[in-house]
């Protein structure tokens, strides 16, 4: 039997696509899908556990103070959750419909089929009478919802990623959502606020360097899947807040000129300095939100904050 050859481009078109784009633009920039594999996927959880990462338990709060309320009086049959996240918010959701009454389908959708998979084998098991229906989407370009569910249908968007859209895409996407949405649907979203920029900082900038690590990831996933030859360590992580954006950036910085070899893109060279963008976060308050719903078709129906007003639970409805 002869070797396999090993291709000069290894990477799938969609990724080698992303990298000649990003990498030749002047400030260059990464997708953030490119952070999770696996060890990202850890990475990311243990960012939700960090004490400087407000964000996953100010949601939890957020959601077991209203989801009985706001499930008792929509009822919804359905949850479609947009990136299909942990299971703990997931369920503080799904038991709050059933104690409504009315639990009968969960559509995880994210753009990890085998993420997906496990996601879905767990909820099944926890929730034997449930219908699970995995959907694959990768949510930042055009995507389907499935149709034909029972409605009322509850459209979840937690995590604050709607965030990590810039304002054109964070319209983009909730437009879609609004095109898959009945007159009775409503859809959930978790947003973290503007504040004191030194906290949203400090929150995507831990002490532990977890954050770094996180962003250092990306590389090794394009070294591994794209056959790129990025010096992973050599980059140093820089997160800084943009208060006329109100956004903060995540960055990886070539603290020494370097060129990188990535198959199918080239030499890629790096100055001293330079930095390639990895993610963006953008902070919003009530008014800007209004404005994000509108241009999609969607009203604030309910808007909820904790006692800091740090982040807010959302409940948008179609708007007339
Ligand atoms: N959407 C969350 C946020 O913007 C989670 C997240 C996405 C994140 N990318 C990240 C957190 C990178 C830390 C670092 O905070």
Redesign the pocket.
């Known amino acids: 039997m002869s070797e396999p050859v090993l291709a000069e481009t290894a990477a799938p078109a969609g990724m080698l696509a992303d990298l000649r784009a990003g990498l030749s633009l002047p400030q260059k920039e990464l997708p953030?899908k490119y952070?999770y594999d696996v060890r990202g996927s850890e990475l990311?959880e243990e960012?939700t556990r960090l004490p400087e990462y407000y964000?996953t338990r100010t949601e939890r709060g957020l959601l077991e103070r209203w989801m009985p309320e706001w499930a008792a009086a929509l009822r919804p049959r359905a949850l479609v959750e947009l990136g299909a996240g942990s299971a703990v918010k997931t369920r503080i959701v799904l038991d709050a419909m059933a104690e409504a009454g009315a639990a009968e389908v969960y559509v995880p959708v994210d753009v990890s089929a085998e993420f997906l998979a496990d996601t879905a084998a767990r909820l099944q098991a926890e929730y034997p009478s449930l219908r699970v229906v995995p959907a694959v989407a990768d949510i930042s370009e055009e995507f389907e919802l499935p149709g034909g569910l029972p409605g009322p249908m509850l459209v979840a968007f937690l995590?604050?990623?709607i965030?990590?859209f810039a304002p054109a895409g964070a319209a983009a996407l909730l437009r879609q959502v609004r095109g898959a949405m009945q007159p009775g649907d409503r859809f959930l979203m978790g947003v973290?606020l503007r504040k004191d920029p030194a906290r949203i900082e400090a929150a995507?900038n831990d002490s532990r360097g977890v954050?770094a690590e996180?962003n250092r990831n990306m590389l090794r996933v394009l070294n591994r899947e794209a056959g790129a030859d990025f010096d992973a360590d050599a980059f140093e992580h820089r997160a800084f807040y943009d208060p006329a954006e109100h956004r903060i950036e995540?960055h990886l910085v070539a603290p020494g000129a370097q060129t990188v070899r990535v198959p199918g893109v080239g030499e890629v060279r790096l100055a001293a300095g330079e930095s390639i963008r990895t993610?963006i976060?953008c902070k919003h308050d009530r008014a800007s939100v209004a404005v994000l719903f509108a241009a999609a078709g969607l009203a604030v129906e309910r808007w909820q904050t904790d006692d800091e007003g740090l982040y807010a639970l959302v409940l948008g409805a179609p708007a007339e």
């Open positions: 953030p952070f990311f960012i964000l995590g604050s990623t965030g990590n973290d995507y954050t996180f995540m993610e976060s």
